[in-house]
């Protein structure tokens, strides 16, 4: 990766865990922050079990099946602090190929779960 190391999409709970995140996200992540030529603060990249739960994220069913794409290291959450750079970043984001997006007032969800619809924008 060009701009980022492993430990930035650490679970807060157990360090090394960024190592669980899917090469493909970061690659598109990175690409993404190329296109913006804005640093990206990570708020939140892989998430165990226990701090997805912590954090209110969503769970996997009994089946063991869903759940947070942070759980299984397809998604990230990116801090933003003005329009514009929602706007930066969220442009990026879908230049880069990003076609899960979740827009918050302080920050933006990406992900590329395999799993998942596509082509979905929500707002939290």
Request: aromatic fraction near 10%; proline fraction near 3%; charge should be negative.
């Amino acid at each position: 990766m060009k701009y980022f190391t492993l430990d930035e999409f650490d679970s807060p709970d157990e360090v090394g865990s960024g190592a669980n995140m899917q090469q493909s996200t970061l690659d598109m992540l990175d690409n993404a922050r190329e296109i913006a030529g804005i640093p990206f603060k990570i708020n939140s990249g892989f998430r165990t079990k226990s701090h997805n739960a912590y954090v209110g994220g969503k769970m996997p069913d009994e089946n063991g099946k869903g759940g947070s794409s942070h759980l299984y290291g397809y998604a990230v959450d990116i801090s933003v602090t003005s329009s514009s750079q929602r706007s930066t970043v969220l442009n990026a984001l879908i230049k880069a190929g990003f076609r899960r997006i979740g827009i918050a007032k302080t920050f933006i969800h990406a992900d590329n779960d395999p799993e998942k619809s596509q082509d979905v924008f929500w707002v939290y």
